[in-house]
């Protein structure tokens, strides 16, 4: 019986002791996990996040000329939805009539009035011309009295028939002065007919101008597309939105989609990498399988501060090669901009290694023990960094510290590698108490 519970006893140690051998190896494994260093072309990336865009597009553009009519903005009653796919002809929105509405009244009342004005100074025109016309006629038949007197006083006393001759010549001047002031008249009245005929006439024009506009304020596509709203400085122009009417007055695009380009921002440090004509990797977070290439087509010269950043970033936009009909304007897309190419260099993952104030490092595999080995950083990447000195091809690094990392002693390159490298050497100056301030310690209880 006692052979028997010792038996049990010795089998369950040896499974617990099998158990316990499992459980800290994989331990010891997860706490050293490695990585091998690598020889080879190093790649020299800046990695930003995009939009999508169209290259080129069509414009859905609303009435022309309303500033003209001092109209300056109009709302987006009805638009149809984003993304929507019409045809020629097809409804795509509906603007906000009010404002022209209001403006058509008062003009519609400013031409009634003037056609009135128009009507009143014909009459007074008719009336005026037709009394000088009349006291014209009055003036002949006075005029020939005057010359029959004259005529008939031939035989009359001298001073009787000279002064029949004055009357006819009075009769005779004041006829050549009514004819003269008639046709001043006649032009006076002529001008003031024709300044009131082109009131009217410009107020109708006008209101003919408004009538035909507002016809335009229903709004439909030129051709075969998808629909994609317009931004500006105030955001996407969408159903609701009061849009400017200088310029071209556009109130929705239908994009090119054969052809797309990222509009990314990068950062005012790594701007001076980036170069017109640079290869590009692209992912569209929508289809994170999908793997596009690309260019870049322009680079900004000025700087921007962006909404809720402090950051200067330049604006640059990178050409897609390829054609996806996934691809939607306003899809949101990472840009891997490869700057540059270092060949025939070491290099491992960023995570491998520590630097400080006074060294950089890693934990590098040495056989069976792990060993903390100075290096040389390089340029680096989002991933990845050079190691100029201090490790070789294949070496395995580990990518978290050992756990008595902090007790480890520093392998340090030789003084030939630090020199080549302009690196000083790793600090070893011990940092005591400062003790000459330990007169100034007041202990409790104590005065000053």
Do not use: C
């Not at 403006?103 to 025109?125: C, G």
């Not at 001047?173 to 032009?187: N, W």
């Not at 289809?287 to 680079?299: L, Y």
């Amino acid at each position: 019986m006692k052979q028997k519970k010792v038996g049990y006893i010795i089998a369950g140690v040896f499974i617990l002791a099998i158990v316990a051998y499992f459980i800290f190896s994989r331990n010891d494994k997860s706490q050293q996990i490695t990585v091998k260093v690598k020889k080879g072309t190093f790649p020299i990336e800046v990695t930003t996040t995009g939009e999508l865009f169209a290259k080129s597009s069509e414009k859905i553009r609303g009435p022309q000329s309303l500033p003209q009519l001092q109209i300056y903005s109009v709302k987006i009653l009805k638009l149809v939805q984003e993304g929507t796919k019409v045809d020629s002809g097809d409804f795509v929105a509906i603007l906000d009539q009010s404002e022209l509405t209001s403006k058509m009244k008062e003009i519609e009342s400013n031409r009634d009035k003037a056609l009135t004005q128009l009507t009143q100074r014909q009459l007074d025109s008719s009336l005026n011309l037709r009394r000088l016309r009349d006291e014209q006629i009055n003036m002949k038949y006075d005029l020939e009295q005057k010359k029959t007197i004259k005529d008939q006083s031939i035989y009359e006393p001298p001073a009787t028939r000279r002064q029949a001759e004055i009357e006819m010549e009075k009769a005779q001047r004041t006829l050549e002065q009514a004819e003269k002031s008639y046709t001043l008249q006649y032009r006076k009245e002529v001008a003031n007919m024709d300044d009131a005929n082109s009131t009217y006439t410009q107020a109708q024009q006008k209101l003919e101008q408004m009538q035909d506009k507002i016809k335009h304020f229903t709004i439909f596509a030129p051709k075969k597309g998808m629909v994609i709203y317009t931004r500006d400085w105030n955001g996407r122009q969408q159903e609701g939105s009061s849009v400017n009417t200088w310029g071209d007055f556009t109130v929705a695009e239908l994009p090119d989609l054969s052809k797309m380009i990222s509009r990314t921002y990068v950062n005012e440090i790594d701007i001076s990498k980036v170069k017109v004509g640079q290869d590009v990797r692209i992912g569209i977070d929508a289809f994170p399988d999908k793997k596009f290439t690309g260019k870049v087509t322009q680079v900004a010269n000025v700087g921007e501060q962006l909404p809720n950043s402090n950051a200067k970033v330049f604006e640059v936009n990178i050409l897609i090669n390829e054609f996806d009909s996934i691809m939607r304007p306003s899809m949101t897309s990472k840009n891997t901009i490869v700057t540059a190419s270092i060949n025939n260099v070491i290099f491992a993952p960023i995570e491998a290694v520590i630097s400080n104030d006074t060294v950089t490092y890693v934990f590098k595999k040495d056989g069976g023990r792990v060993i903390k080995q100075q290096v040389i950083a390089g340029e680096s990447n989002d991933n990845e960094i050079i190691l100029k000195a201090g490790v070789k091809e294949n070496d395995e690094l580990l990518l978290l510290p050992p756990e008595n990392a902090e007790k480890m002693k520093l392998t340090e390159l030789k003084s030939e590698e630090l020199k080549k490298f302009e690196v000083k050497p790793a600090s070893k100056k011990i940092i005591k108490p400062d003790v000459k301030n330990t007169s100034k310690i007041i202990k409790p209880g104590s005065s000053r």
